[in-house]
């Protein structure tokens, strides 16, 4: 037994001795770089990225090429011609060439990349050998602030042309006023900026030209009093542009597509906006250029927040916005030389709100019928627009102004809205007949009436919220189909005579009248324009000074609405004849 053990141990000895001692025989075919980098003097390292027959090796921009040694690895008996550590400028491509033991050759190519340098902290330069230290560092990337210029005092950079390989600066571009350049051509490779803010009066400073700049994640704003150019040509994305330039003449924002906001004010010399690749913005305001003649955005079809286009004294011509289709609001006001709205109309499919105020010369009609409204429509002391065209529905409130302008005698022609929330026409001295249009039929809310209207008619309505209509000398209200006010119905009026209400079964509040003593109404004498009602909840007739009929009221008494609670003292008061609760059940309409 012990015998074959021995045996078996000298064999499996024998067996892990030969494997031990095997290896893969050489053969010569080898022909790889394993291994590459280059070398400072210094000592610092770059290793190379090996991938098929290209090495790549990235170097930071401020590293020199020409003073650079070869570290490298090759397979096993394999040379590599030529010797690489006879190369010391790298500042192009070399070729080399690895060929194994049995000659077989492979090629390498190396490639030195450039790579941006970071700087992971704010600058600020206040002197010119700021400028000159920061410059030595060649840097192309600030993670931080860059503040040119001391934020008060005296001048303290007269140049900043040592800049020119900055790239990026990731926060804020502060420049101060106490820079005394007269260009920024040092930031001519800028491409982007997290905000870019030039604020104040600059001794020499006129122009903004950054031939290479992109993007502002945050703000562009410039305010100065001297600035007369801004060249910005391939600048596309903005978070917010906000200008305040009095003597801007030229503005190059032409590869502009997006932003939040543009705010171009008090740029007195500009005659031309011109943003034509601009297709999508939150706000878009421009106002107090007085030289300004026309705006130009041909590509531009959405407004996320606001249009503003206001007080521009010169501004002729909207032709060019033409393909927005949606806009939040809409507000053009106080431009006196502008002749149209169609082209701001023309594609536009959904509105939140539009206000349109003070644009004297605008004659032709205003053609909303398209347009979805959600919210108000608003058009104030704009006396010559010749008709108002709107969709079935308005989401909020129509409004018309004609500014207590007594030579408005007729009302710009309205039509299509069905249904809305408010109707309102006031400060109307001159209108003396006015007729709603024969489409509307609901106002959810209130209907105002204010001038120096005598008649007030409206086919079709049907419903409404609140009807108020101010006018000293009206004397004619109709509604003939009327069914139903939910809220208020305000009849006052001191030579307030015809009322037709036929179809009217149901009022919240019910006021008629005049308002005290010395301002009564003159004219009626019964209530038989109330002859359907059969609901009300509460009801105030007074001052009406040859009231004596209340028959009309019949059905609203048998219908037990009117009850000792809305009707009392305090409510039927200062009439020809004001009958208690107990003689309307005991059938005394009529005065004795």
Not at 265 to 286: D, F, M, W
Request: glycine share 6%; hydrophobic share 35%; with cysteine.
């Amino acid at each position: 037994m012990k015998y074959n053990q021995s045996i078996v141990w000298i064999m499996l000895s024998a067996l892990f001795t030969f494997t031990a001692c095997e290896k893969d025989p050489f053969n010569g075919t080898d022909n790889y770089m394993l291994e590459f980098a280059l070398q400072t003097a210094e000592g610092e390292t770059f290793n190379g990225d090996i991938s098929d027959h290209l090495i790549q090796i990235n170097i930071p921009s401020n590293r020199e090429t020409d003073q650079l040694t070869a570290k490298y690895t090759v397979s096993e008996m394999a040379t590599v011609s030529p010797n690489p550590e006879t190369v010391k400028d790298w500042s192009s491509e070399q070729t080399f060439t690895v060929t194994s033991y049995n000659g077989t050759p492979r090629p390498y190519t190396v490639k030195v990349m450039k790579t941006d340098v970071i700087m992971s902290e704010s600058v600020y330069l206040r002197t010119d050998e700021d400028v000159a230290a920061f410059a030595a560092k060649e840097i192309n990337i600030v993670n931080g602030n860059l503040i040119i210029g001391a934020p008060a005092g005296t001048d303290s950079i007269s140049n900043i042309d040592a800049l020119t390989g900055l790239k990026e600066v990731r926060y804020q571009i502060i420049i101060n006023t106490t820079y005394k350049g007269i260009d920024l051509n040092g930031l001519r490779n800028l491409q982007k900026a997290g905000s870019l803010s030039i604020q104040g009066t600059f001794k020499q400073l006129t122009k903004i030209e950054l031939p290479a700049l992109e993007n502002i994640q945050s703000v562009l704003s410039i305010s100065s009093e001297e600035i007369t150019d801004i060249l910005l040509p391939q600048f596309n994305t903005a978070g917010n542009i906000r200008f305040i330039l009095p003597k801007l003449e030229q503005l190059n924002l032409e590869q502009l597509t997006s932003t939040k906001e543009v705010n171009i004010r008090s740029a007195n010399r500009l005659k031309t906006i011109h943003l034509p690749s601009l297709v999508k913005a939150n706000l878009l305001h421009i106002e107090k250029c007085n030289t300004l003649e026309s705006i130009q955005l041909p590509s531009l079809m959405n407004v996320e927040e606001t249009l503003r286009i206001v007080h521009n004294s010169s501004l002729t011509d909207l032709s060019c916005i033409n393909k927005i289709e949606n806009a939040q609001r809409i507000e053009i006001s106080s431009c006196p030389q502008l002749t149209s709205l169609k082209p701001v109309f023309g594609m536009l499919k959904t509105l939140g709100d539009l206000s349109v105020s003070d644009l004297p010369q605008i004659k032709d009609e205003l053609d909303l019928s398209h347009v979805s409204i959600h919210g108000s429509v608003r058009i104030i002391r704009c006396l010559h627009v010749s008709a108002i065209l709107l969709p079935e529905k308005i989401g909020d409130t129509f409004e018309l102004n004609l500014a207590s302008d007594e030579s408005q005698t007729v009302l710009p022609h309205i039509t299509g809205v069905a249904e809305c929330q408010n109707f309102q026409i006031s400060n109307a001295p001159g209108i003396k007949e006015m007729v709603l249009p024969s489409s509307l039929k609901k106002i959810a809310k209130r209907l105002y009436l204010n001038g120096g209207i005598l008649s007030v008619s409206g086919e079709n309505l049907q419903e409404a919220g609140d009807i108020r209509i101010s006018s000293n000398n009206l004397a004619s209200i109709s509604f003939p189909n009327l069914t139903k006010v939910t809220d208020k119905l305000s009849l006052f009026g001191k030579y307030l005579e015809t009322i037709r209400l036929s179809k009217l079964t149901s009022v919240g509040e019910l006021e008629i009248g005049g308002s005290y003593s010395g301002w009564q109404n003159e004219k009626l004498t019964n209530l038989d324009f109330l002859s359907s009602l059969t609901s009300v909840e509460t009801l105030e007739i007074k001052f009406c000074k040859f009231l004596t009929d209340y028959s009309g009221l019949t059905k609203a008494v048998e219908s037990g609405s009117i009850t000792e609670k809305n009707w009392h003292a305090g409510s039927v008061h200062d009439n020809a004849y004001n009958p208690t609760y107990e003689d309307l059940k005991a059938g005394r309409y009529v005065k004795p």
